[in-house]
Structures are given as C-alpha cells and as structure tokens.
C-alpha cells in the first residue's frame, strides 16, 4: 500500500510563489481560489522583527474531517483513496458544504457561481483582464485535468487540492513540486522507507499544521527559515 505525502523545507523555501501560481495554470483554479497558499506572519517588535512564511495546501489527512462530516452515502462525495489522498467526487457532491465548514485548514472551496455561467471565473487575472479591454475570454484547459475535476468546474460544487492525482498516478510529480525553484517540496509515498519523504522525515524534526486538530496530516514541514529584520 501507499502513502503519499509531502514535505515542506521551510528553509529552502524562498516565497516565490511558484507553487500557487503553477497550481492555478495546471488546474485551471479560478480567482480567489487557492489550491496551494500560504501564510505570511511578522512577529516581534522593531528592530527585532521575525517574518514568517509557509505554504499550505490540502494536508490529505489521515483523519479527515472532511470525509467524516461528507452526508452522502453510500458512497461518499469526500472519499480516501488506497493510497492514502483525500478526493472530491464532483459528480456525487451536492453541495451542502460540511466539508468545507469541518476542515480545521480552511483549504477547501466552494463554487457558488459556476466557471460556465461566469466565464470571468474560468482562469486567474488575465481572463479579467481580456474582458476589460474587450478581448475574447478562453478557458485554459488542460485535457489531462479532469480524473476529479471537470476542466471547466460547475456551479454548487466543492473543490481542493488534489496532489495532482493527474500528474503523480503516471509517475510526474505535483507541478507545484515540479516547479519549485529551491527543491523545497518533496512528494513520494511514506509507506515506503526508501522514499525520500522517508528519509527526510527519519533525519529531520518535523511539524504539522494544527497537531491538537488530530486530523493526521500527510503535509510536514521541516526546518525553519527565521529572517530578521
């Protein structure tokens, strides 16, 4: 069996923003939408000031929430896969959104309006922008985006992270981890102890986002980048 997971160096990590945007193109996520984020913190008082930054994403719990609270049955809108990913069925969601009220990481969406009805929604700011000077509005598409999603996302559906379930079921990594100009995201599967999520979690202390939540997150950051300022 698999696991997949991911892990964070906070130290690599430079805040790019690399990984949101790469996410955006690759899944055609729509504004104010965020597959992949991140959160921003300056704490301290002046001169002493430690500015912090750390991308999030879907954590693909081991204890979701999400799944747990999902009212559809018998087969769930908000299901694990064998391998450990937590996935939304757009076709079985019905919208009620419990999912997304459940999750402790606020990092699941909720199309009120769909990308077909408001083509504005259908890709980031440059979609807005051609409608503003008059232009022809055309939907990124990506023919291998749509295991989960369809490619244009309908109206009254819930959305995440997907890991790139696309990308790492034919051997690619996540385009976020792909594009990361510093290496600092790493994807693989924990059950195996040659991985090298495994080997970095074996040699490093590691953290993650709301421990006390008991969700068991497969997102770990290690290492610490502290800027002062």
Same mark, same amino acid.
């Given at each position: ?22 996410? +955006? ?16 913190? #300056? ?6 000031? @430690? ?19 999902? *009212?559809?049955? /018998? ?24 999912? +997304? ?15 077909? @009805? #408001? ?23 990506? *023919?291998?985006?749509? @295991? ?11 959305? +995440?992270?997907?890991?790139? %379930? ?5 051997? #690619? %990594? /996540? ?13 693989? %599967? ?26 068991? /997150? ?12």
């Amino acid at each position: 069996m698999a696991r997949m997971a991911m892990v964070i160096d906070l130290r690599l990590c430079i805040g790019c923003d690399a990984c949101n945007i790469s996410c +955006k193109q690759e899944n055609n996520v729509q504004q104010g939408f965020f597959w992949a984020h991140h959160i921003q913190r #300056h704490e301290g008082t002046f001169p002493n000031i @430690t500015y912090t930054y750390m991308p999030t994403l879907c954590n693909h719990c081991s204890n979701p929430p999400c799944v747990e609270a999902c *009212p559809v049955e /018998p087969d769930k809108a908000m299901f694990k896969q064998a391998d450990g990913t937590v996935m939304t069925s757009e076709e079985r969601c019905i919208g009620c959104q419990a999912c +997304k009220f459940a999750c402790p990481y606020g990092v699941i969406s909720f199309n009120e309006w769909g990308q077909e @009805t #408001h083509p504005e929604w259908r890709t980031p700011e440059a979609a807005a922008l051609a409608q503003k000077v008059g232009g022809e509005v055309v939907a990124y598409s990506n *023919p291998d985006r749509g @295991t989960t999603f369809s490619v244009i996302r309908k109206e009254g559906k819930v959305e +995440k992270c997907t890991f790139c %379930d696309h990308r790492y079921q034919v051997g #690619h %990594d /996540p385009r976020c981890v792909e594009v990361c100009p510093p290496h600092a995201r790493i994807f693989g %599967d924990l059950d195996d102890p040659n991985s090298e999520v495994s080997r970095l979690l074996r040699e490093n202390e590691y953290s993650v986002l709301q421990p006390e939540a008991g969700t068991e /997150p497969n997102v770990y950051y290690i290492n610490k980048f502290d800027q002062k300022s």
